[in-house]
């Protein structure tokens, strides 16, 4: 039995239209958050940055996943993740205006704050300008050049069609699952972890890592299914095949919140100043509510929608809840960075808007050019027709 | 005794297997290959209006559940209620003993808080999320107390439970009719149909779960699992490291013997001049003069103080001294005989000689400071003092 692929049909030019009208909007307010208040504009930026590493390196991660446990399920969806990690070629360019704005960031950029604070003075040899920015470098490198093989072997098995390529991109995978454990866990420490420089957490890697697979994952769920319920891939599979993403959506989520709650509950029960006052930022004044809504909207909502079996097949909820999850994810990331800088209450305006705004056009652009250049089904991948026809017995 | 246990069993079973069918139809089974054919076949027979059939499959089947037409499988709603029973009353446990039951403050932490909670909730959730799925699976959905299916000891079942796909209608169904029933088989491909006949215990044995030799063989699993686990845990693996219970563990145990000291005793004595909490170590050690001049009897003379002094006395001097002082103990001359507590020397002693004797001790007698508390010694003094009073009582002390 053989699944007749027709070409597929070309993304509605909309798309595109409204990747770049979010992205002028993007800009514009940003520009304009820029032009009013440089030091809060960095904080929203920077927030920008961390969502789309989320999506584009988690992204790329999933992909390397995929190859790494020999999925079917995912095959004929894969271009999704493999278009999205695209946006790493553009993270070399953010990245930046960010090293630009490293003084208003991080408070141990600030050489007489360093001299006089004896743990900011000890742990100098790591959080320095040069050694940061060269980690910085290093790791957007590792990003790109696995970005490069895993797309390269894609793209030229559409046409040659060659196994082989799969096996080398099935050996890529496993040293890319454990460069993506290291670098996104600096990632997360140099980026987030240091704007509050006293703090320290070791679970704050596994933090971000359990986070960037739930927005990768409900991203792909989300574009994949609108596609494939739009007829877009050139073949539809049944709602059957959304179970997977339901699941996945689901289990990384749960693991997120598991991970969240350890860090928070063993800082809760060894109780010491050191540790406890990053969390105390985030309950005092309004922020108390704000965390108290991420315990809803990134567990308890989408865990009781996600868990029953009938919801995970069912398209519309897979959208409403990937939908959410990414929401989530920005909302996670909101309250990791800016009780840095709103130090007095939780404040969110058009300053902060303008950033999530050119995030989602960057995403938009970037897969809607991926999309018009190459295949957005692996058509030479020997797994696809078992991807097709896979059934979960 | 072994052979024999196994010898009834082996009987038992073949006396199930072989047992007659009656003529009575229980229902029509067919037998497919693939998992595809059965989900055909399961769609099929539900589309036609059949109730009372039922699908078999060696493994999980996904979506079998909609082919036959369940549109709502009770397990989901019967683990969740269990599960959020679970969470309820996880909760409820952590802050009954944590701020009814036994209160203790740990780390400075409130008595109840929701942190340290959850991972008994998380844990309460799972454990009865998994009792109720299965109890309910087996009770609700498979009927539990029924064990004697007419399916079970059939060739179909041998089939279904090893590698092969089945359905059985029932017929009792509104619509069975034997010649469709198999003739609808027989176009789905099936590749092996089968009537199934009542047994004639199916058709007696109400509730075969109460049958004598059921239970009899259920007790008698049980107490041999008992048996076997208790003599592997606490015998057999107490042996071997790390099974052992920590019960040896690289530690000295009281009262034995450490090459380690220069004693060679395991036991380490305080720090000389070390003083244990509520406790004041006696002034007059080897002082007895002091002792009679400073001390004074602190306490009242009330019916409490000489009743304690009574009963403390009883315990602690009437073995040697006897139990008017007379010097007559119950030792049986085991011990050097004391002498009477009413001779003239004690009877115009002051209590401050006396609590000085008790506490520090008089030649062989020994000291009672580490027995007797303080106010202890003092009501004995006063008991001492009513028995040397009623020993020397005058007639004028009678009353007239």
């Not at chain 1, 890592?209 to 989300?222: D, M, P, R, W």
């Not at chain 1, 897969?367 to 058509?379: D, E, Q």
Request: with cysteine; aromatic share 16%; proline share 5%.
């Amino acid at each position: 039995m053989m699944m007749e692929l027709t070409t597929p049909k070309k993304l509605p030019a909309s798309v595109g239209k409204w990747g770049m009208i979010l992205t002028a909007v993007g800009v514009i307010m940003g520009g304009a958050a820029f032009a009013v208040d440089p030091h809060r504009a960095f904080f929203g930026y920077l927030w920008m940055y961390m969502f789309l590493v989320s999506i584009g390196v988690g992204s790329l991660a999933l992909v390397a996943l995929e190859y790494l446990v020999g999925a079917n399920w995912s095959t004929p969806f894969r271009r999704v993740p493999e278009f999205l990690a695209g946006i790493i070629l553009l993270l070399v360019i953010l990245v930046i205006p960010l090293l630009f704005g490293m003084h208003d960031l991080f408070h141990w950029t600030h050489a007489e704050a360093v001299a006089e604070d004896p743990i900011l003075k000890s742990k100098e040899p790591y959080l320095n300008t040069t050694f940061f920015i060269a980690r910085t470098g290093v790791i957007l490198l590792i990003w790109l050049i696995f970005y490069y093989l895993f797309t390269r072997n894609s793209r030229k098995q559409d046409i040659s069609k060659d196994p082989a390529l799969t096996a080398s991109s099935i050996k890529y995978s496993a040293i890319f699952a454990i460069l993506f454990i290291l670098t996104i866990s600096f990632t997360a420490i140099d980026w987030m972890m240091s704007l509050e420089p006293h703090w320290f957490s070791t679970m704050f890697g596994v933090y971000y890592f359990a986070g960037t697979l739930v927005a990768a994952i409900s991203i792909s769920a989300f574009i994949s299914v609108s596609l494939n319920e739009g007829g877009f891939f050139g073949f539809k599979v049944d709602d059957e095949k959304y179970y997977s993403f339901g699941t996945l959506m689901f289990a990384f989520n749960v693991f997120w919140t598991y991970i969240g709650f350890s860090q928070y509950m063993l800082i809760w029960y060894a109780d010491i100043p050191e540790e406890t006052f990053w969390f105390m930022n985030r309950m005092e004044g309004s922020w108390v509510y704000f965390s108290i809504g991420l315990l809803f909207v990134h567990f308890i909502i989408p865990f009781l929608m996600l868990l029953p079996r009938s919801s995970k097949v069912n398209p519309n909820l897979i959208l409403y809840m990937s939908a959410w999850l990414i929401y989530a994810h920005a909302y996670d990331l909101y309250w990791i960075i800016m009780p840095t800088y709103f130090k007095d209450g939780f404040v969110f305006s058009w300053n902060e808007l303008g950033f999530l705004v050119l995030a989602f056009g960057i995403i938009a652009l970037v897969f809607n050019y991926m999309a018009s250049r190459f295949n957005i089904v692996p058509v030479g991948d020997p797994k696809l027709q078992r991807g097709l026809y896979f059934h979960l017995n | 005794m072994i052979k024999k246990i196994v010898n009834f069993f082996r009987e038992y079973n073949s006396r199930n297997d072989e047992e007659r069918r009656t003529d009575r139809l229980y229902a029509v089974s067919a037998i497919f290959d693939t998992p595809n054919e059965i989900m055909a076949a399961a769609s099929e027979v539900s589309g036609r209006g059949y109730k009372k059939f039922d699908a078999y499959t060696p493994y999980p089947v996904h979506r079998l559940d909609q082919a036959m037409g369940i549109k709502y499988p009770l397990v989901g709603p019967i683990a969740f209620t269990g599960g959020i029973t679970g969470l309820f009353l996880a909760l409820l446990m952590m802050w009954w003993m944590g701020s009814k039951d036994y209160p203790n403050i740990i780390g400075g932490k409130p008595f109840f808080s929701l942190p340290p909670s959850i991972p008994i909730t998380f844990e309460g959730t799972i454990l009865l999320t998994g009792f109720a799925t299965v109890v309910g699976m087996l009770i609700l959905l498979n009927k539990l107390p029924k064990i004697n299916s007419p399916i079970s000891d059939t060739e179909f079942m041998k089939r279904v439970s090893s590698d092969k796909f089945g359905i059985v209608i029932a017929a009792d169904d509104r619509m069975f009719s034997e010649t469709q029933v198999t003739e609808l088989f027989r176009s789905l491909g099936a590749s092996r149909i089968e009537n199934i006949y009542y047994k004639p215990s199916n058709l007696t044995d109400k509730t075969p779960i109460f049958n004598r030799k059921f239970i009899m063989t259920l007790i008698g699993v049980a107490a041999i699992a008992a048996i076997v686990t208790y003599f592997t845990l606490n015998i057999v693996l107490y042996q071997v490291v790390p099974f052992d219970w920590m019960w040896k563990q690289a530690r000295i145990n009281a009262q034995s013997e450490s090459l380690f000291f220069a004693n060679k005793s395991g036991m380490r004595e305080p720090v000389a001049g070390t003083v244990a909490r509520g406790f004041m170590p006696y002034e007059y050690k080897g002082l007895p003069d002091s002792a009679v001049r400073l001390l004074a009897n602190p306490l009242p003379v009330s019916k409490n103080v000489i009743e304690k002094g009574q009963e403390k006395y009883n315990i602690y001097c009437s073995p040697c001294h006897g139990y008017f002082g007379d010097g007559d103990g119950r030792l049986n001359d085991q011990f050097p005989k004391p002498p009477s507590l009413h001779n003239s020397k004690v009877l115009n002693w002051k209590d401050g000689n006396i609590y000085h004797v008790i506490t520090n001790g008089q030649n062989v007698m020994p000291s009672y400071e580490g027995q007797i508390s303080r106010d202890d010694r003092w009501a004995i003094v006063h008991y001492v003092r009513v028995l040397q009073r009623a020993k020397n009582a005058k007639d004028q002390d009678l009353p007239k």
